[in-house]
């Protein structure tokens, strides 16, 4: 049943085109996307700029959606790679699900919490119906640790209602007044501001260190193929570089998969991510830690686990052994 829905999914919330058959010799590969926004953009701006091919890898990035559904995705086989938040992810292997983080994009929360323009704090916020797309993705989390850390608790104090669409759908449903409060990045959190929206708090700031938007796949499948890992993991940190230090070019992939005709608010996006970017995207047990700690409260097992088992850094180790970032800088 899971096995289907996701096949589902991949078929019916295809967002970005897919990009043309495999060309030549070259693998292709499937990439679940967590979410459309200007973070998630560095996997389709890496394809569009010929990034993957010089690693001969046809990659195809899909949207599915943050949470369990991106995960299920995954674990089918119908995707090689997941890009999407790194709670859903360690709270699968906490269920026994054989998934392993091989980077993540930040160790930071990367989100502004908006509210409706009559919540001037966040106790106010109390017996409000907020949104965080749905339980488990990476905004819904940020959402729950930020209540958490002014005091108000997730589900008791404050009523969390799903909706679909990642960004846009969070921004729709604040502005028709669905929800009282909900979680944005660039360009929507400009877009909010714009509505007349008021930014409550900018997560990035709290003292709070978090693993975020990461790369995940299959134990089995990085033991049985390395090289596919080791050579996605070059392509993704090549288009991070090229992501920050190319404006012009990416700016114009990031408005083609995010549907947008504003520049201005496009490099909102593109340069509010770009300094979040590491030069190599390490995960860190405090990170790890920080997940883990947000589960244990509905999870048991997260409370004894260990941060070390979640992921798998010997692929970007080698990496960096070989001086591979370090020539992109060279080439600028």
Do not use: C
């Amino acid at each position: 049943m899971i096995r289907n829905r996701a096949f589902l999914a991949l078929l019916l919330v295809l967002i970005f085109p897919a990009l043309g058959q495999a060309q030549g010799s070259r693998e292709r590969v499937r990439v679940a996307l967590g979410a459309i926004s200007a973070n998630t953009a560095v996997i389709p701006v890496a394809r569009e700029a010929g990034i993957f091919a010089k690693y001969n890898l046809d990659v195809e990035p899909i949207y599915i959606g943050g949470g369990m559904i991106s995960v299920a995705a995954l674990t089918s086989g119908d995707v090689q790679f997941l890009f999407a938040g790194s709670t859903a992810t360690v709270n699968a292997r906490l269920g026994g699900a054989d998934l392993m983080i091989v980077a993540v994009q930040t160790n930071r929360l990367e989100y502004g919490v908006y509210v409706a323009t009559d919540i001037k704090t966040p106790k106010e916020l109390k017996g409000k119906k907020v949104t965080g797309t749905r339980t488990g993705a990476s905004a819904d989390t940020a959402f729950r640790l930020y209540l958490r850390s002014v005091g108000l608790a997730p589900d008791k104090d404050v009523v969390f209602l799903a909706v679909g669409g990642s960004q846009q759908g969070r921004l729709s449903a604040l502005q028709s007044g669905f929800v009282s409060a909900t979680v944005l990045t660039p360009p929507f959190g400009g877009m909010a501001k714009e509505a007349g929206f008021r930014e409550l708090a900018d997560l990035r700031k709290l003292d709070v260190q978090y693993a975020g938007s990461s790369v995940a796949a299959l134990g089995s499948f990085a033991k049985a193929h390395p090289d596919v890992v080791e050579r996605f993991l070059k392509g993704y940190i090549e288009g991070s570089y090229f992501y920050k230090h190319h404006k012009e070019e990416t700016l114009k992939w990031l408005m083609k998969y995010m549907r947008m005709n504003d520049p201005k608010r496009a490099e909102e996006g593109r340069s509010y991510y770009a300094e979040l970017m590491p030069e190599l995207p390490y995960a860190t047990p405090e990170g790890i830690q920080a997940v883990l700690d947000f589960l244990a409260v509905t999870q048991p097992k997260a409370a004894g686990a260990s941060p070390q088992d979640f992921y798998d850094m010997r692929f970007l180790k080698k990496i960096e052994e070989s001086g591979f970032a370090k020539s992109l800088g060279a080439k600028k």
